[in-house]
C-alpha cells in the first residue's frame, strides 16, 4: 500500500516570499502520479499542479512549481511571490494508475496548513 | 465549469439515525467518490462509483454503504449514525479513464450527537 507523509502540520509564510511544503511518499510502482491540492477556508479543494512520475521535467504552473525527486520518493511544492490568497491548506496526494477499468484512488497525506502573513 | 453540489453544508444527527448525504455534479463524469476528511488524518476514501449502479470500497468503507441510481448522483448513506462518524464529507468527481482530476464538493460537515 501506498503511504504519504506530510511532516510539517502549519507553515508561515510572509507575503510576496517564497515557500516551500514538503511531501515524502513509499511506493514500490514505477509508474504514478502525484498531485498537490488546495483548500482554502471554507471553500472548494481545487488542483493546484501535477507531476507524472515518467516526467523528469518538475512540472510548473504559474508561481506554483514542484521539486520531484523520485529516487528520494520526495515531492515538494514551492510557491514563489506568495499572495493572501494563497493561505489554505494544501494536500499531497498519490496515485497508482489502473490499466484498465475505474478510475484510480488517491492517497492523501494529512496535509499542511499554510498561512500567508500580510 | 464543473459543478460539485452536496445536499447540506452543515448536519446535526442523533445517533442511530439513518442518514444520507447526496452528492450532485452536472458534467456527465463516469466516476464519484467519497472521503471523510479529519483533522490530522487527511483525507480518506470512504466508497467510489466508476459507473451507475457500481461501487468500490474505499479505505475505509464500515459504517457506510452508497448508492448510485443515477450517473450524476452518488449518495453516502449511514445506516445507523455514531458519534465517531462526526467529521467532514467530500464527495468528488472525475471523468473515466486512468489518470483524471478530482473535482470536489463543498463539504458536508456532519455532527452525531
Known amino acids: 500500500a501506498q503511504t504519504v507523509t506530510q511532516s510539517q502540520p502549519e507553515m508561515s509564510v510572509q507575503e510576496a516570499e517564497t515557500v516551500t511544503l514538503s511531501c515524502t511518499y513509499d511506493t514500490s510502482e514505477n509508474n504514478y502520479y502525484l498531485f498537490w491540492y488546495k483548500q482554502p477556508p471554507s471553500r472548494q479543494m481545487i488542483l493546484v499542479i501535477r507531476?507524472?512520475?515518467?516526467?523528469?521535467q518538475n512540472a510548473t504552473e504559474n508561481r506554483f512549481s514542484v521539486n520531484f525527486q523520485k529516487a528520494a520518493k520526495s515531492f515538494s511544492l514551492k510557491i514563489s511571490d506568495s499572495q493572501l490568497g494563497d493561505t489554505a491548506m494544501y494536500f499531497c496526494a498519490f496515485m497508482k494508475p489502473r490499466l484498465t477499468g475505474a478510475n484510480s484512488k488517491l492517497t492523501f497525506g494529512k496535509g499542511i496548513t499554510l498561512s500567508v502573513r500580510p | 465549469d464543473v459543478k460539485v453540489t452536496q445536499s447540506s453544508r452543515y448536519l446535526v444527527k442523533r445517533t442511530g439515525e439513518k442518514v444520507f448525504l447526496e452528492c450532485v455534479q452536472d458534467m456527465d463524469h463516469e466516476n464519484m467518490f467519497w472521503y471523510r476528511q479529519d483533522p490530522g488524518l487527511g483525507l480518506r476514501l470512504i466508497y467510489f462509483?466508476?459507473?451507475?449502479?457500481?461501487?468500490e470500497k474505499g479505505d475505509i468503507p464500515e459504517g457506510y454503504s452508497v448508492s448510485r441510481e443515477k450517473k450524476e448522483r452518488f449518495s453516502l448513506i449511514l445506516e445507523s449514525a455514531s458519534t465517531n462518524q462526526t467529521s467532514m464529507y467530500l464527495c468528488?468527481?472525475?471523468?473515466?479513464?486512468?489518470?483524471?482530476?478530482?473535482?470536489f464538493g463543498p463539504g458536508t460537515r456532519l455532527t452525531v450527537t
Open positions: 462509483s466508476y459507473d451507475v449502479k457500481m461501487k
Open positions: 468528488a468527481s472525475s471523468l473515466g479513464g486512468a489518470i483524471r482530476e478530482q473535482y
Open positions: 507531476q507524472e512520475a515518467y516526467k523528469q
